[in-house]
């Protein structure tokens, strides 16, 4: 069960935006595993890409198109990762966006396809061809919800969340919908995140704005290490509000957009890791005192990759040896031992490269049996400050994961 995650409330519709989900027969047990988001004309849409080299032929298409063409539509599908299929994988998925085009009329440049499930099985193009006039038919304002469920895998729970912008009358709505439960690593994190606001927003300002987002949010995940083949984060802007045009990336405008839209990022980054596949607890990793932000990523993601802190936290084992080692392996060049301090919570374990004098193991314990933990780690050589999150890995994770192609 998800850790400290409830089900979606209800999601604010963004104006330009119309969502729609089927079942297309993906899946063995009938579920909606197809789905789309349509937006009107003239709007903007930038994206982040996993760094996988091993990359899905859907991966591949949807960053050639958006490149080439406005997007009008994403197509995702759920149940089938189309990856690891050759010229045959890039090839099935363009006659889905073939098919799409046909269908609505739009260039075939303008359909950026997503896919999200096993790898290495090919890619049900004709299930989901014959899918796709019901699933037009399917369009609604208000059908957030259901697309959050259809490209769902692994999760036990949708994930989504809205955010308003309002400067007396006028408001910016943002509305953000993710998937992803294991395989969750940095450089992307599978999974799947679309994003739409209804800002007035150049294209150039939205990248930087998604590429800042990202980096404090789906770069500061982990639930196993494993960075997908399919992993992308969609943000679109329709231009459809009131609101004055954001402009400069550093405008006052520009700012209260950035802050809401990293809350919406953060959040669904969270909402994963909370998610993540046999997890019983939500860790955060705080690293401060560092020379730089990158050494504070290493070492932070040094501890919430490592197997052994993931069991002992499961175990509620306070063996702080093991996130001594991760922190010494994390490559920081001339590292101070002598000067790292631990905590876990409001519990001091480490100081001066060693065991705190007033530490004992039943604190510890007691620290580490909450379903919500934070590890505090001090290098006391800088100011720079940077946090993770990660989860803990239990015998559900090995179940789910041994099971997942039965």
């Not at 001339?334 to 919570?345: A, E, F, K, T």
């Amino acid at each position: 069960m998800a850790v400290g995650l409830s089900a979606i409330s209800s999601l604010l519709p963004v104006n330009g935006i119309r969502v729609g989900a089927c079942s297309a027969g993906i899946y063995k047990n009938h579920r909606p595993d197809l789905a789309i988001i349509a937006c009107d004309p003239g709007s903007n849409s930038v994206a982040v890409f996993t760094r996988n080299a091993f990359c899905a032929a859907p991966v591949i298409i949807a960053r050639e198109h958006i490149l080439k063409s406005s997007p009008s539509y994403c197509l995702i599908n759920a149940g089938n990762a189309n990856a690891g299929m050759g010229r045959k994988g890039y090839d099935d998925a363009m006659k889905t966006c073939q098919q799409l085009s046909k269908l609505t009329g739009c260039p075939v440049e303008a359909v950026l396809p997503f896919s999200t499930g096993v790898i290495g099985q090919p890619l049900p193009v004709d299930n989901i061809c014959h899918a796709l006039p019901g699933l037009m038919g399917s369009l609604s304002e208000t059908a957030w919800n259901d697309v959050a469920k259809a490209i769902m895998t692994t999760d036990t729970l949708p994930k989504g969340i809205s955010r308003q912008i309002s400067v007396g009358d006028q408001n910016i709505t943002i509305t953000g919908i993710a998937k992803g439960s294991g395989m969750i690593s940095p450089d992307m994190a599978t999974m799947l995140a679309f994003i739409a606001t209804d800002a007035k927003i150049e294209r150039h300002i939205l990248n930087a704005i998604l590429l800042e987002s990202v980096e404090q949010s789906f770069h500061r995940i982990s639930v196993d290490g494993d960075t997908s083949t399919n992993d992308a984060c969609v943000l679109i802007a329709t231009g459809k509000s009131t609101f004055p045009r954001i402009d400069s990336f550093d405008s006052e405008l520009a700012a209260q957009f950035r802050k809401a839209l990293m809350e919406v990022c953060i959040y669904l980054a969270q909402a994963i890791v909370r998610d993540g596949e046999g997890a019983t607890k939500f860790v955060t990793v705080t690293v401060r005192g560092g020379k730089t932000h990158e050494e504070c990523r290493n070492v932070a993601q040094a501890i919430a990759h490592s197997p052994l802190i993931k069991t002992a936290l499961f175990a509620s084992d306070p063996n702080w040896g093991r996130i001594l080692a991760a922190i010494g392996r994390s490559g920081i060049d001339n590292l101070d031992v002598s000067l790292i301090m631990i905590s876990i919570g409001d519990v001091c374990i480490v100081e001066n490269g060693g065991r705190s004098a007033g530490y004992t193991e039943s604190q510890g314990k007691s620290v580490m049996d909450k379903d919500e933990i934070t590890l505090f780690v001090d290098l006391n050589r800088g100011n720079a400050t940077v946090s993770f999150w990660t989860c803990d890995l239990s015998y559900e994770y090995v179940r789910i994961n041994a099971e997942y192609r039965s």
